[in-house]
């Protein structure tokens, strides 16, 4: 499991440890809470490392359990990979975030990128890229702004579903980046197969960025290569001054981290960021 950082909900831990009938509780409840609308899409900006201009937000899932309150993404995505309930709720994501982010950018008068997590499950479903063509259309969101955010593991996965997904997501327009880098398969071959935009480097190196550590060097290492290829790099899970300060050396990085700002429900995230675009 995902160390969760400070978004600790723990309701559904035992559950997923192996509780039998809290599981299929989970399960059960899992099944209406699409239908029963109770999923909600939170938004944390991307920002440049310099000026700290928001230049796009990814979408992080929670769902509003009518008796727990907020729930977060780790205590129940396991579960809907394992039911493949993933594929609907996943286009419920697509085409929700789309939206969210068309009217955004009509609201405020600039385009921003848009960053959503596919699980391997959805990749594997022949029907992925052309639900993700269906949720441009329907919101009428360029696919040149959307950024697909999967892992080193499912870039691994050499399977014919697979790849024509990825043919298909690169026939549309859509960028792909790699979410939790430096944490999978050392391999990079995927690097050369796949039309890979950007890297994102995993929070577990950022922490002691500052501190003159290891994750010191393998960050910069992360960077220099991702130059050398004409990648994106995004520092992900920034939480302090030091930290932001650190990465400054580094002009064209983009950022992300509580330091900036924590995910926020869509009405909070058009407030606070949609006129604002900087700190
Ligand atoms: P992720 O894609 O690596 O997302 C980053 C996680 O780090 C998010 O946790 C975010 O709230 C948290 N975070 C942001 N800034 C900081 C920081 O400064 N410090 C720390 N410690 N954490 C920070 P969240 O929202 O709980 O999501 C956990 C994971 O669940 C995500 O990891 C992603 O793998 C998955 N997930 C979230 N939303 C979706 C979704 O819509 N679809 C799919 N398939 N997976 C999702
Ligand atoms: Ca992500
Ligand atoms: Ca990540
Ligand atoms: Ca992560």
Redesign the pocket.
């Known amino acids: 499991a995902?160390s969760?950082?400070?978004?600790n909900f723990c309701f559904y831990s035992a559950a997923l440890e192996g509780g039998v009938s809290e599981r299929l509780r989970l399960e059960v409840e899992l099944r209406h809470a699409l239908e029963r609308q109770e999923f909600i899409?939170?938004y944390?900006p991307l920002v440049e490392v310099r000026g700290h201009r928001v230049i796009g937000l990814?979408?992080?899932?929670r769902w509003q359990h009518p008796q727990r309150g907020l729930i977060?993404?780790?205590e129940f995505?396991p579960v809907l990979e394992e039911t493949k309930l993933?594929v609907p709720v996943?286009e419920w994501?697509m085409h929700e975030a789309c939206r969210f982010l068309v009217a955004l950018s009509k609201d405020f008068g600039r385009s921003l990128r848009l960053a959503?997590?596919?699980?391997a499950e959805?990749i594997r479903h022949p029907g992925f890229a052309r639900s993700v063509e269906r949720a441009l259309l329907a919101s009428g969101l360029p696919a040149s702004v959307l950024e697909l955010?999967l892992t080193e593991t499912l870039l691994m996965d050499h399977t014919a579903t697979v790849h024509e997904s990825l043919a298909a997501l690169k026939q549309l327009g859509v960028a792909i980046s790699v979410?939790?880098f430096g944490t999978g398969y050392s391999s990079l071959a995927y690097l050369k197969r796949f039309p890979v935009s950007a890297l994102k480097i995993d929070?577990s190196f950022i922490t002691d960025v500052a501190g003159g550590s290891d994750d010191r060097a393998i960050a910069g290492a992360i960077i220099a290569m991702a130059r050398s290829l004409g990648l994106g790099v995004v520092a992900?899970?920034?939480?302090s001054e030091s930290q932001a300060r650190f990465l400054r050396r580094w002009p064209e990085l983009i950022v992300?981290?509580?330091?900036f700002a924590?995910?926020l429900p869509p009405a909070e995230a058009r407030i606070r960021w949609a006129g604002l675009w900087t700190y």
């Not at 969760?4 to 978004?7: A, D, E, P, S, T």
């Not at 990814?58 to 899932?61: D, G, R, T």
């Not at 959503?116 to 699980?119: L, Q, R, Y």
């Not at 992900?236 to 939480?239: D, H, L, N, T």
Request: aromatic share 8%; charged share 25%.
């Open positions: 995902k969760q950082g400070r978004n899409l939170y944390q990814e979408a992080l899932l977060g993404p780790s995505i993933i996943g994501i959503v997590n596919v699980s959805q955010e979410d939790d929070r992900e899970g920034v939480e992300q981290g509580y330091f924590p995910p």
